[in-house]
């Protein structure tokens, strides 16, 4: 079994973003040599998310909406995480949208559906943060 | 290390509907002849999920009514996702549900506990969509 | 290839609490011996969750708090799974917060970011119940 490990970084100008990582992705795929297994693409830290959707600009702006009404920002004074934070609601919007995701590698390709494509979701930027890429197999 | 892949194929006659596919994952996994591993099951399409869950009729009731309540689908209008599509909302309540799970495999067996069921979740169907199964292990 | 197998036992005296189950799967990950691979751990029960996220106990009020709003437990009559049962609601907590983690093995530890830690969630306790964990690798 072979193993492959590496960081992405990211440092998003604004609070909120969807970043398309799937390039970065396939290049550690590639990297890495392995034809079969599983990779392992989750977000390092726990106000963000990775996870599969589409890439259109349409949607995302639905999905900011939508996690802004499941679990709003402000006012700050609603969650008790804000007492030296302000960044509660960005912990359940990641909680919805997901650490992780494992994507299977079949024949050195990810292998995926029509339209799949892997997002880094931020909730709480302006600084620096990680997507950790983990490929195993053969 | 082995690997197996297998793509299972729905059609499913309205836009929302969960089907049980545990039979059809053991199947893949008797087929792969893996004992120790991995079992990764996930939706190929952005609109649908693979979740785990109960099989009990009236939990899948609460479950629609729930998602509904969530990530309405109307009116059509309220997502700009839906300029050339109409479903915005099954992006959504896809992301509630997730993607994808990794099931355990022991003894040639899923590793699941007493009422753990393998469910596709259809949110925008009544078109061919693609579930994939992708065993690594040994 | 090796693998691992445990289950770890859960009791919580109240229907709804976060357990960190870390030093759990660390100790897990020791006996092992796995140095590079995976180690999923799951809720072996459709009405629990494992995830990763902070350790700080405002969060995990804003979460109950935000979880009986998105999924209320009462009236229990509003639930149709809920002829036999009162838990349909935990169900649905379950499908937000998610069954699985799957993290990353490197050089023998469990390869988190600064404040990642893994949680057993509990919505429906004052009973025994099981979460699995499965490492694979070498």
């Known amino acids: 079994m072979k193993s492959y490990r590496k ?3 990211f440092n998003s100008p604004t609070r909120r973003s969807f970043i398309n990582i799937t390039p970065e992705v396939n290049a550690c795929l590639k990297e890495s040599g392995i034809k079969e297994g599983f ?3 989750n ?3 726990i106000t963000a998310s990775v996870f599969i959707n589409d890439d259109e600009s349409g949607l995302h702006s639905d999905m900011e909406v939508w996690l802004e009404r499941l679990a709003p920002e402000k006012p700050h004074s609603q ?3 804000n007492t ?3 960044n509660a609601d960005a912990h359940l ?3 919805v949208m997901g650490r992780e995701v494992v994507v299977a590698i079949t024949n050195g390709e990810l ?3 029509p339209w799949e494509q892997i997002f880094y979701g931020e909730f709480d930027g302006k600084r620096k943060k990680r997507v950790l890429v983990k490929i195993i197999g053969e």
Chains 1, 2, 3 share one sequence.
């Open 7 to 9: 960081e992405l970084w």
């Open 39 to 41: 990779v392992l693409v």
């Open 43 to 45: 977000a390092m830290h």
């Open 79 to 81: 969650y008790r995480h």
């Open 84 to 86: 030296y934070e302000d």
């Open 93 to 95: 919007k990641r909680s």
């Open 111 to 113: 292998d995926f559906g």
